[in-house]
């Protein structure tokens, strides 16, 4: 009998080792190696006639390499051909990652519905049943997309050799299995293995592979860190649950920017393209509110306005809270520090609860001045007039700093009829005719002696 090969991984990293060990040396991580069966296969499985005879490769000079052959498939999804790059490029693996229930299998399966070309729909985690219930919330009719229930890869090749679809999404790598490892599904040496043979599959057929893969509490793809340097493109499905927008973002992408963003609205009839973000983040309430106040940033290279909500009010225990939501609550107590400085507001006694609206997650620097001026607002009980807004960072001793594309903000916050955008003084702005008024700042004062 052949003896059974095995080896040792990390669950984590997905670094190997020769003995069980119960710490993975490499990422520190404790508990997480596991035995796994493998047995190398003796030959590929993926075979077309082509990779039979093996093409030896030349170098060429840049100029001379055909690009032409590139063109990219067109995913009738103006918000993921963005994230992509301007859309599929043919022979691409890309991955989809993002927590449970984010709605990953719901955008690629609204993506197969909608493109005139052969989709191969693969799944090992739903029956065919189910996604055709899901399908019909979506767009029931669509003749070019087939479903598929099978976690085998060599099976899956079978099919798709019969089917020759144009398009193959798989969901998810992690429910898939090869025969030639013989560790249980999900585990590092399959994951390994299958998007090998896919991607073997993807490069010498030319055919385009959307992979969907679960994320770990802590937010990384599970299984290895190996599967998002194998991919091309490595996409990010996120958003609060509970919230209806949902952002997709490009963490690496070989054919294009990783600064795009694409944004959805869950539906009851699947995700949405938002075109125009910004409209829906702002209320547009009549009366105006104390302690709101917004904010001109830019995800990505996208411009959005973003509302900041402040409650200050008396603290009743000895410590005063500061909470944050969407926003770094270090970074809201340097603020808070900054205004008891150099603009002598004690709110030492204070509680200070902050709230980015929408549900989202800012790290832009430029909201700093919004948080600012929405503390400021709560704390005198004062509304805002509401057609202001806010562009600038906050610097430790109180001066106001310039912001990155700074005039890409303006003419988003002109494009949505604010009146009045607050930057910093140093900012370089050669916009001309510009029907908002641009109101140069340089020291948190003058913000306070402006507004209050
Ligand atoms: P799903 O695509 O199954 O998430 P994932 O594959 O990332 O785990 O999507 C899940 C959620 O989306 C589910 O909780 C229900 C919701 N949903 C809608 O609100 N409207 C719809 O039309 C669909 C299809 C799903
Ligand atoms: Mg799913």
New binding site residues.
């Given amino acids: 009998m052949a003896k059974v090969k095995t080896t040792f991984f990390c669950q984590s990293c997905g670094n190997q080792f020769a003995k069980w060990q119960g710490q993975c040396t490499a990422c520190k991580a404790w508990n997480t190696i596991v035995e796994e069966v493998i047995q190398k296969p003796e030959k590929s499985d993926w075979k077309s006639p082509t990779s039979t005879v093996k093409r030896a490769s030349v170098p060429l000079r840049i100029n001379e390499i055909d690009t032409s052959k590139e063109a990219r498939l067109d995913t009738f999804d103006a918000e993921f051909n963005r994230v992509l790059g301007g859309g599929i490029v043919p022979g691409s693996l890309t991955l989809l990652g ?1 927590e ?7 955008l690629l399966l609204q993506i197969s519905l909608k493109l005139p070309y052969k989709t191969l729909y693969v799944s090992g985690e739903e029956s065919q049943k189910q996604i055709k219930m ?1 399908a019909e ?2 767009n029931p009719n669509n003749n070019n997309c087939y479903i598929l229930t099978e976690t085998k890869t060599q099976n899956i090749f079978k099919q798709i050799e019969a089917l020759e679809p144009d398009i193959v999404i798989i969901d998810s790598i992690q429910t898939l299995h090869s025969d030639y490892i013989e560790s249980s599904s999900g585990s590092i040496s399959q994951i390994k293995e299958c998007t090998t043979e896919l991607i073997k599959f993807a490069k010498e057929t030319a055919t385009p592979v959307l992979l ?1 893969g679960h994320i770990t509490k802590d937010g990384h793809i599970a299984g290895p860190k190996i599967l998002e340097h194998m991919v091309d493109t490595v996409l990010q499905f996120e958003g609060d649950r509970n919230h209806v927008f949902r952002i997709l973002r490009a963490n690496k992408n070989r054919f294009g920017s990783t600064n795009e963003l694409g944004i959805y609205e ?5 995700l949405r393209e938002v075109s125009n973000p910004s409209e829906i983040l702002i209320s547009k309430k009549d009366e105006e509110l104390s302690g709101n106040a917004i904010a001109a940033t830019l995800e990505g290279m996208r411009p959005l306005m973003i509302e900041v909500q402040a409650l200050v009010s008396t603290a009743v225990y000895g410590t005063p809270q500061r909470s944050a939501t969407g926003f770094n609550a270090k970074r809201l107590n340097m603020l808070l520090a900054v205004l008891e400085k150099r603009a002598g507001f004690r709110l030492g006694a204070k509680d200070v609860f902050l709230n980015i609206t929408g549900g989202i997650t800012v790290d832009d620097p430029a909201i700093d001045l919004a948080v600012v001026a929405s503390i400021l607002s709560s704390n005198e009980d004062e509304a805002l007039q509401k057609d202001f807004c806010f562009a600038a960072e906050v610097g430790l001793s109180g001066e106001i700093r310039p912001v990155q594309r700074v005039e890409q903000r303006i003419l988003e916050a002109e494009k949505l009829g604010f009146s009045t955008i607050f930057v910093s003084k140093y900012n370089k702005i050669s916009l001309k005719n510009t029907q908002i008024k641009i109101q140069l700042i340089s020291k948190i004062e003058d913000v306070v002696d402006i507004l209050l």
């Avoid at 449970?100 to 719901?106: D, L, N, Y």
Wanted: hydrophobic share 25%.
């Fill in positions: 993002g449970p229930g984010i709605g990953k299998s719901t899901r919330r979506i969907i869950m539906q009851g009839s699947g």
